[in-house]
């Protein structure tokens, strides 16, 4: 379990999950966002292979 303030909520995550499944948890298509973690832009090939730990500040970017 991991508590991660995504997007300046703060939230529980009830199991471990990629950065992707993030996305996809909220619908969101890879390509139409930027995502921040912890103040670093992570870049969309990691998305999959970045693991969310508990405390972790996660910003989503969506573009229009």
């Known amino acids: 379990m ?3 303030q995504l997007n ?3 939230i529980t995550l009830k199991r471990k999950v990629s950065l ?4 996809k ?4 298509h890879t ?3 930027a ?3 912890n103040g670093k832009i992570v870049p969309k090939i ?3 292979k970045k693991i969310i730990k508990d405390n972790d500040k996660i910003e989503i970017v969506h573009f229009i």
């Open 2 to 4: 991991a508590k991660i």
């Open 8 to 10: 300046g909520r703060k």
């Open 20 to 23: 992707l499944t993030l996305l």
């Open 25 to 28: 948890k909220h619908k969101l």
């Open 31 to 33: 390509k139409k966002v």
């Open 35 to 37: 995502l921040e973690l």
């Open 46 to 48: 990691n998305y999959k």
